[in-house]
């Protein structure tokens, strides 16, 4: 597991919890329900980071911000293209699973993307990062959690390749997040760095 990723496993069975149902959600096939829900969140989860990534090609005010939005569109693109290999093989119609409305808790990212598409800059880079941050560490926990009760063997080999490249975007979401952390607002009092009796002062300690 990368660095900055162990707090994903915490609350890790309510993830689990949050994979999506639904009357009729299982088409006739040979994959276990589970394993179907992981595969349609996953797909889920492409397309939105494929939208996203596109907005901030566009409306980017970094270059790296501009780039990660290129490589969210690559790296999910492909990712997605596989996914939907992989549901055919196992019986599921991609076109239906692609007709399907996204899982409940998808939502909330779907609303986040409408609001980017009115931001630029700045202000963009920000909202972006942070929100894909959190979407990566959410699904990397949930993927995680779900790994030992996936019961195809082939499933667990995508989801095992798929991991590696969405904890490297991980990481390059919270690092644009803590670059284009916003500035304080001004009249903001700012801490006095300067002061005799501060700078003297030992650095607490970082033991429990």
Do not use: C, W
């Not at 290999?85 to 196992?90: D, E, M, Q, R």
């Not at 939502?107 to 009115?118: A, E, N, S």
């Amino acid at each position: 597991m990368t660095l900055g990723l162990a707090f994903v496993v915490v609350g890790a069975s309510a993830a689990k919890a949050d994979l999506p149902a639904g009357p009729g959600d299982v088409p006739r096939s040979t994959l276990a329900p589970a394993d179907y829900k992981i595969v349609k969140y996953l797909h889920a989860l492409s397309e939105l980071a494929v939208s996203a990534g596109q907005i901030a090609e566009k409306n980017g005010g970094s270059q790296a911000v501009r780039d990660f939005g290129a490589t969210l569109v690559s790296d999910h693109t492909a990712g997605d293209q596989q996914l939907l290999a992989y549901a055919k093989k196992a019986g599921i119609d991609p076109n239906r699973m692609k007709s399907e409305p996204p899982p409940s808790d998808m939502v909330q990212y779907l609303q986040g993307l409408d609001r980017l598409r009115t931001l630029t800059g700045q202000r963009f880079d920000q909202e972006f990062a942070t929100t894909m941050r959190d979407g990566y560490a959410r699904t990397i926990g949930l993927i995680q959690n779900t790994l030992p009760s996936i019961s195809d063997s082939s499933l667990s080999a995508l989801l095992d390749k798929r991991l590696p490249v969405l904890e490297r975007n991980y990481q390059t979401a919270a690092g644009l997040a803590s670059t284009h952390e916003p500035a304080p607002s001004e009249g903001q009092r700012q801490p006095d760095t300067t002061r005799t009796d501060q700078s003297k002062r030992p650095a607490p300690s970082t033991t429990p």
